[in-house]
């Protein structure tokens, strides 16, 4: 199985900057098809995909955070990261670690290709 566990959320105003960090234990972390990505929900919305990082290193991005987030991962560490930059109020939301393992070529950002989740973590951007 699969633990994660969020951390480095926070209250930053706008055009501030937050890192997310997400660190994957159990032996299915550890393996060469191992990917992981990010997805927030704010009050009232759906939860949706905001970036992912393949088991190649591939990564995909959400239109709206392009730019501005940047994912990146340690495989060494087994922890992925969210560097978030020039924030607006609309990235407030809970954000989540999620993870899987790759059996397809391509991985979509989308709620049904990840297995394992994590708590979550409260990010708050005020104007």
């Known amino acids: 199985q699969v633990r994660l566990v969020e951390s480095g959320g926070g209250s930053v105003?706008?055009?501030?900057?937050?890192?997310l960090s997400c660190?994957?234990?159990?032996?299915?972390?550890s393996s060469a098809r191992f990917y992981m990505g990010w997805f927030r929900q704010a009050p009232g919305k759906e939860r949706?995909?905001?970036?992912l990082i393949d088991?190649?290193?591939?990564?995909?991005?959400?239109?709206?955070?392009?730019g501005r987030f940047?994912?990146?991962k340690d495989n060494a560490k087994n922890t992925q990261?969210?560097?978030m930059n020039s924030l607006k109020p609309e990235d407030s939301a809970m954000y989540?670690?999620?993870?899987g393992l790759q059996t397809t070529t391509v991985v979509l950002l989308e709620e049904f290709e990840f297995p394992y989740w994590?708590?979550?973590t409260q990010v708050t951007v005020s104007s």
């Open 13 to 19: 105003q706008e055009g501030g900057s937050l890192r």
């Open 23 to 29: 660190a994957a234990s159990g032996s299915t972390a």
């Open 48 to 51: 949706e995909g905001v970036a």
């Open 55 to 66: 088991s190649d290193g591939n990564i995909s991005y959400a239109d709206s955070v392009k």
């Open 70 to 72: 940047t994912i990146s």
């Open 81 to 83: 990261y969210l560097q």
């Open 96 to 99: 989540y670690c999620a993870a």
């Open 118 to 120: 994590g708590q979550g």
